[in-house]
């Protein structure tokens, strides 16, 4: 089987847009639901409410991959997961590595969904000593020592941080230099890296601070302008701030993604 270091998905060649590969897993996803209920069809309406989005859109998306479905009948289940995935890459193996094995790295690899979306956690690697040869979800943990040899023996070029924001950046230089072209970023920090390498940045607080944002707008609906003075503002502000420690220290107000 072929590994992700010799063969990376068409999509940026083919002039897909960044913001219609961001929603194929979403359809992915919706498609792979319908595909284990062994349903045959489905039409851009059905699809695009189970994906979240408009079926306009959608059917744009679709556009890019020379899917146009049939009037009347709608687009193929089975043959949209195969060009979906395709064009993902994710017909083929790519191995991970995963940096940082504390909560969520433990986590993260006890995921089940990596095999059957086409992703193989090759290694498990930490920096703590007492931490080398534990097994976490059947894989032995290996030392921050072993790193470029792990990711050269193994070909990877998907790297995972999920340590603190400290040592995020070094664990970052590392990769690239050993090899690793996309990394998924868990630490709550901005890697810095060279052209050429993807990141994708993962930030659970972010998310929480955005639904905090429209929960407040709600409220502020239900309650009347009161609720949004510039009092009461300064004063949720405030009490946002002194609660945003953690183990990795004091952590900026607003982190860009």
């Not at 049939?70 to 193996?93: A, F, K, M, N, P």
């Not at 924001?165 to 990394?183: E, F, H, K, P």
Request: with cysteine.
């Amino acid at each position: 089987m072929a590994t992700g270091r010799t063969h990376r998905p068409a999509t940026r060649s083919r002039g897909i847009p960044e913001a219609t590969v961001a929603r194929l897993p979403l359809y992915l996803r919706a498609l792979t639901a319908l595909s284990e209920r062994s349903v045959p069809t489905v039409s851009s309406e059905e699809l695009a409410a189970a994906a979240g989005v408009n079926s306009a859109k959608l059917r744009k998306d679709f556009s890019y991959l020379g899917s146009y479905g049939t009037r009347g009948v709608g687009y193929d289940v089975e043959y949209l997961v195969y060009q979906i995935s395709r064009e993902l890459g994710l017909t083929q193996d790519w191995p991970v590595v995963i940096v940082g094995i504390g909560n969520l790295g433990a986590a993260l690899a006890n995921y089940g969904g990596f095999a059957s979306r086409g992703f193989r956690v090759a290694a498990l690697i930490d920096a703590d000593p007492a931490m080398a040869g534990k097994p976490v979800a059947g894989i032995g943990v290996q030392h921050t020592d072993e790193l470029e040899h792990i990711i050269e023996s193994n070909g990877v070029s998907i790297g995972v941080i999920a340590t603190p924001a400290g040592a995020a950046q070094q664990v970052c230089d590392r990769l690239v230099a050993a090899g690793v072209t996309s990394i998924l970023n868990f630490a709550p920090t901005v890697l810095t890296v060279p052209d050429g390498v993807d990141v994708r940045k993962v930030d659970l607080s972010i998310e929480l601070q955005i639904l905090a944002f429209h929960e407040q707008r709600k409220a502020g609906e239900e309650t009347g302008p009161e609720s949004g003075t510039p009092a009461t503002a300064a004063r949720a502000a405030a009490a946002v701030a002194g609660d945003r420690k953690g183990p990795d220290g004091d952590m900026p107000a607003v982190m860009p993604a």
